[in-house]
């Protein structure tokens, strides 16, 4: 959905007294460490928003070959889990702007970032939110998977 639609649905949500859980990725094939990672997130409060990168982002972070799938479809595999309430892309490098601008209550990222590591832990936490990170599925990640396939 669009930022000012996404803003507008967690504003409504907060003001219910819901906590709103924000994460962000590539998520380029969906794969069991995704969904576990994303139910995980979305159990730490009521609402989940996932910021999400757009083709042009995903390249500049994983390489010309990437991404496997484009912006829309990943953005309609993400809104179609039942655990996910909003989907936004973001275009810059890091999802910082996008965290000002929806002000979750609960940031996550998966255990292999330090919580104090994590972009936009600062907004979150001046805003009485809290940063968490959530443990991995061992094994799964989108780059093992399609090494795996070219393997094949």
């Known amino acids: 959905m669009p ?3 996404a803003v507008t649905h967690v504003k409504s949500w907060q003001n219910e007294e819901k906590k709103v859980v924000f ?3 590539c998520f380029d094939i969906l794969h069991l460490g995704h969904i576990d990672y994303l139910e995980k997130a979305r159990a730490l409060g009521q609402k989940l928003v996932i910021g999400l990168n757009t083709d042009e982002s995903v ?4 390489g010309v070959s990437r991404p496997v799938n484009n912006e829309l479809s990943r953005a309609r595999i993400l809104a179609a889990l039942a655990f996910v309430d909003a ?3 973001f275009n810059e490098d890091t999802p ?3 965290i000002k601008a929806i002000r ?3 940031l996550v990222k998966g255990d292999d970032y330090l919580a104090e590591n994590i972009v936009g832990a600062d907004i979150v ?3 009485g939110g809290n940063v968490k990170t ?5 094994g799964y990640s989108t780059s093992s998977l399609i090494e795996k396939i070219k393997k094949i």
């Open 104 to 106: 979750p209550n609960i």
């Open 125 to 127: 936490e001046a805003n």
């Open 134 to 138: 959530v443990s991995l599925v061992e």
């Open 23 to 25: 994460s962000n990725g």
């Open 59 to 62: 390249t500049k972070l994983k």
């Open 96 to 98: 910082y702007e996008l």
């Open 87 to 89: 989907v936004v892309l």
């Open 3 to 5: 930022l000012a639609e």
